[in-house]
């Protein structure tokens, strides 16, 4: 490999200047809005994608995000700097690279990681030195360092020398009037110090607060985590939703919290993050490689069920203020309570 022609200390700079080129690998929900908030801040940005469509109707200024109006798309555009294309070879004059490519479920529910496999050896094939690359795909814990790195290094880049490998989950709520881009903290871990902390200044510029964590596998587990954590809410709001209707509460007028029309609203703002199967799969994905007998996760979906259940009473109960429940669905908790007081 040739010495390196920028350093990191000239891509530090060029990231705080806002003079850096920023490449965008996908430009869906996740990465067109990411693009033209780069953009709107000075940086100037380059989308890929491979769909030719996309590219013709992004760059005629016509977005298909509901988080990016079309007269916003053409600010950028005007300004020069926004444009996408399909040529990925652009992807060498870029001095920092963010992959946002799907991670849909196969048919069979297990991950399809094939988008960020092939965007990865996209990144890798027209990786130049001192290059800043980080993925910012929903996916199992290790695949910055197991499966993105070693594409790296195949081509002599040594990582946190002369190549900079992140993960920085992407956080987005699609259509949310109050949590834009610029709101959503992000999460960076880096595979060295060196690359973390240039991560966390890019993704500054853009938003207000950054948060940095060890490694990419614990940012890679943390957005996991906050998808589980978001479909068990998701539940309660449900059941909660089906007993307020039972007792004749309006929640969505009182603002008491569950909305009977979550899930209706929830569709309506397109939220489009891997679906609610996804997190699980993932998870046994990267424990598929795990040692030992003992397995943190039990892999059984009805154990997961069963547990979940067991919370979404107990929360119940204590909110009735009833110790015991009779048998049945949690409605007849509801009815059960008056005489239990
Ligand atoms: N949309 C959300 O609400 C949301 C929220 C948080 C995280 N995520 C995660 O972000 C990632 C991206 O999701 P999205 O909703 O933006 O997907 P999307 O389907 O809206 O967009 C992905 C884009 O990538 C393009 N693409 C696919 N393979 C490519 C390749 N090899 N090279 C270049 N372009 C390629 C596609 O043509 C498409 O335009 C997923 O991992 C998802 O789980 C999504």
């Given at each position: 490999m040739h010495e390196p022609a920028v350093t990191a200390a000239e891509l530090t700079r060029r990231i705080a200047e806002r003079s850096a080129r920023v490449g965008i690998i996908g430009q869906g929900y996740v990465g067109l809005p990411l693009a033209v908030e780069f953009a709107r801040v000075g940086f100037t940005v380059t989308g890929f994608d491979t769909s030719l469509d996309h590219v013709t109707t992004l760059n005629a200024?016509?977005?298909?995000?509901?988080?990016?109006?079309d007269e916003t798309l053409r600010a950028r555009l005007d300004a020069g700097r926004y444009q996408a294309t399909t040529?990925?070879?652009?992807?060498?004059?870029?001095?920092a690279v963010i992959i946002c490519v799907p991670t849909p479920l196969r048919k069979?529910?297990?991950?399809?990681?094939s988008f960020v496999t092939a965007a990865a050896q996209e990144a890798a094939a027209h990786f130049r030195p001192a290059q800043l690359v980080i993925l910012e795909s929903?996916?199992?814990?290790g695949t910055t360092q197991e499966l993105l790195a070693p594409m790296f290094e195949a081509r002599g880049a040594r990582p946190g020398v002369d190549c900079f490998l992140a993960f920085s989950p992407e956080r987005i709520d699609p259509a949310n009037p109050t949590f834009a881009v610029k709101d959503i903290p992000k999460v960076v871990g880096g595979l060295t110090p060196e690359c973390a902390s240039l991560t966390a200044l890019l993704y500054r510029q853009i938003v207000g607060r950054v948060v940095t964590v060890s490694s990419p596998r614990v940012a890679e587990l943390a957005k996991l985590y906050e998808n589980v954590f978001r479909n068990v809410n998701i539940a309660i709001a449900k059941e909660l939703a089906v007993m307020c209707r039972h007792l004749g509460v309006k929640t969505g007028r009182h603002r008491l919290?569950?909305?009977?029309?979550h899930h209706t609203h929830d569709r309506e703002r397109q939220?489009?993050?891997?679906?609610?199967g996804a997190p699980r799969a993932l998870l046994l994905r990267a424990l598929r490689?795990?040692?030992?007998?003992?397995?943190?996760?039990?892999?059984?979906p009805r154990g997961d069920a069963h547990r979940a259940r067991g919370r979404i009473r107990q929360g119940i109960r204590s909110l009735l203020g009833v110790r015991r429940e009779p048998a049945g669905n949690p409605l007849a908790m509801l009815s059960a309570s008056g005489s239990s007081r």
């Open positions: 200024g016509r977005s298909h995000t509901p988080d990016v109006p040529d990925l070879s652009a992807l060498a004059e870029c001095d069979s529910k297990d991950p399809d990681i929903t996916t199992y814990p919290g569950p909305s009977p029309d939220g489009r993050d891997v679906p609610p490689g795990a040692r030992g007998r003992d397995r943190p996760v039990d892999r059984s």
